[in-house]
């Protein structure tokens, strides 16, 4: 076709070509090596000098296919897809940096994001600094000599920080930073940070891209050269993706623009009607305009995201009661489902910091993330509704 296929369309038509069978839709490619039919087809593959299929821990059918949907959604040259969001940033790091090389991160973070950048990384002699989200002054403060690369979130899971993605392309292409952004919250359909001059975008494709729960994913996508290092990295260490999980998310893709619509609808919905229910103090989420970065937000997304927080009034054994008192979500420590989902993050994944470290944190006692799934909006609503009564003291 002559013309550029807009993104969308890209996600729903990249496709293998067809077998002998000529099928509609992709098969499932579930072989662990390729054949070749002369030693020197198989001399070529190994010796770089074509794209034949070697083994599926380098590469497959399926995984590539979901490969090229995500470059074309993000604007990226090129990519390599991993088992779960963890080893795709994991990967992104080991990859590129090395003993005395330093790393600058935001402070919220995904918590095992956090663990590696705080635990793992020192153990192999890399350096990191942790900075506030919306402190570029604490940013420009942080930059030493040796600062090779820029890792961020943006929406922050589950604070819903944003940090400001023109400012800190600007900031890493100044230094001569690699920045590095976790584009999970937002998917590419709202948010392109390449087009800020990100040099990579990692991916949980758990979450929103596969999109009903079923299966972990990961990916990385950006400049070719770094891509091509990650790799190289990976085709030795092994984090790649299952065939069968590249199947699912590619074919999750072709339905990504059509849920992520209706996810941000129903989370701008909820949010707004929480703001007046008289058991919540506050309701968090980019789109709404008491949103600190609410201005950011509108510059660099396109919607506000499906996940949304709330704050009960009535605190931390208020949280217990809510979730308790839920009928219709589930209780899970997923999000990006079809399936609406909430939980407390006092109680659970931040249970074990003491009060002021969750407090700097912005973990607040009666702190609930609400992850809008695809039901109706009034069942989601009545729900939540409900469950704020039956937990009220
Ligand atoms: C879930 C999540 C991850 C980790 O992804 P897994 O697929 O669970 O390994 C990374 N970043 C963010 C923002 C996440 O929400």
């Known amino acids: 076709m002559s013309k550029k296929l807009d993104p969308v369309t890209q996600a729903i038509r990249i496709q293998t070509p067809r077998t002998s069978q000529k099928e509609h ?10 054949i070749f039919e002369e030693a020197e087809t198989m001399r ?49 790091m080991f990859a590129l940096l090395k003993q005395g090389d330093h790393l600058l991160s935001c402070s919220s973070v995904f918590g095992s994001t956090y663990t590696l950048v705080t635990k793992y990384l020192q153990r192999y002699g890399i350096e990191s600094t942790l900075v506030p989200a919306g402190d570029n002054a604490a940013w420009e403060a942080a930059v030493r000599p040796n600062t090779k690369m820029v890792y961020l979130e943006t929406p922050t899971n589950p604070q819903l920080e944003l940090i400001d993605l023109e400012w800190v392309g600007q900031f890493a292409k100044k230094h001569q930073l690699i920045l590095n952004v976790d584009n999970c919250f937002a998917t590419p359909l709202l948010q392109r940070p390449i087009d800020f001059g990100a040099d990579l975008v990692v991916h949980s494709a758990t979450k929103w891209i596969d999109g009903q729960g079923r299966v972990l994913g990961g990916v990385i996508v950006g400049r070719a050269d770094l891509i091509n290092e990650i790799y190289l990295f990976c085709r030795n260490t092994g984090p790649s993706l299952s065939p069968f999980n590249a199947w699912i998310l590619s074919k999750s893709l072709e339905t990504l623009d059509v849920r992520m619509q209706r996810h941000c609808e129903n989370a701008l919905h909820l949010a707004q009607a929480l703001q007046k229910n008289p058991h919540v103090s506050w309701v968090k989420y980019p789109f709404l305009p008491n949103h600190p970065q609410y201005e950011i937000a509108k510059r660099q997304m396109s ?40 939980s407390h993050p006092a109680s659970t994944t931040h249970s074990k910091l003491s009060d002021a470290e969750r407090q700097a944190v912005g973990i607040t006692p009666g702190l609930i993330r609400i992850s809008a799934g695809l039901e109706k909006a009034t069942d989601i609503l009545a729900d939540i509704e409900q469950a704020l009564e039956k937990s009220a003291f």
């Open 25 to 34: 839709s992709t098969p499932l490619y579930l072989t662990s090596s390729f």
């Open 44 to 92: 070529a593959a190994f010796a770089d000098e074509s794209d034949d299929n070697i083994y599926s821990r380098f590469s497959n059918p399926n995984v590539d296919e979901f490969i090229a949907k995500m470059c074309a959604l993000e604007g990226a040259e090129a990519g390599f897809a991993t088992s779960t969001g963890m080893s795709a940033i994991f990967s992104s």
């Open 303 to 342: 919607a506000g995201g499906g996940v949304f927080c709330i704050e009960l009034k009535g605190g931390l054994a208020a949280g217990r009661r809510f979730l308790d008192a839920l009928e219709l979500l589930s209780v899970t420590a997923n999000l990006g489902d079809a399936r609406s989902i909430a």
